[in-house]
Structure formats: C-alpha cells, structure tokens
C-alpha cells in the first residue's frame, strides 16, 4: 500500500500488522456508512451508460454532504433527511420548471401539471 501520510514503515503492537493496514481498518467505517446513507435514498437509476452511473453516484454523495451541512447549522430547523431531499430536488428544478412554464409550445396538459407542482396559474 502507498500513504502520504505515513513515512517510515511500521507495525502496530496489538495486531502485528503494518500501520498503514491498521489506520485503514481504523477509518473505513466512514466510507460504509457513506454508502448505507446514499442507498437509503438513491438518485441512480438503471444504466448501460457510466458516465451516468457516476452522475448519479455524485448526486447521492452530495446529497448526503448537503443534509449534514445542513444539519451543522444551529439556526436551521431540523427535518427528516426524506423531506429535505424533496426540497433540495424542488429548489434544484424549480428554475427550469418556471421556464417551461411560460414556453407556450408546450402541450396545454404539461403546463397545467407544472403550474400545480409550482402552484401557479397558466395563462
């Protein structure tokens, strides 16, 4: 193995393995509960396309780092992980949805759908 952070080569007294396996085990944990917390409420959908896979692995991670920024403010009100992830995602679409809005190309039917989830009126 390769650290930056570990100069000399070393072994740990209790499990006689070298430092660098023993800081691993040590630290691992995070990365597991990482992965439990982004397929508790994944974005990923179903894909041959990697760069997709990515995009929504990347979405997941930064979901979950948003709710914890969001969680470390004391003047925030605090919520369900769930619902804050509905408001991310509304506050995320909500700028196309009020272009879409106005584009009078658009079937008649999906503006209305539109200005119900934006609570609008259609003209």
Aim: glycine share 4%; with cysteine; net charge positive.
């Amino acid at each position: 193995m390769i650290s930056s952070m570990h100069d000399a080569i070393a072994t740990d007294t209790e499990s006689g393995k070298s430092e660098i396996i023993a800081a691993y085990y040590q630290t691992k944990g995070g990365v597991d509960s990482l992965d439990q917390k982004c397929a508790n409420y994944s974005t990923s959908r179903r894909t041959r396309r990697w760069p997709m896979a990515i995009f929504y692995s990347i979405l997941d991670i930064a979901g979950v780092n948003a709710f914890i920024l969001y969680g470390s403010y004391r003047d925030n009100v605090s919520m369900l992980r769930i619902k804050f992830m509905k408001m991310l995602s509304f506050e995320l679409v909500q700028d196309h949805l009020n272009k879409r809005l106005v584009n009078e190309r658009l079937p008649r039917s999906i503006r209305l759908n539109i200005g119900t989830i934006l609570r609008k009126p259609v003209t």
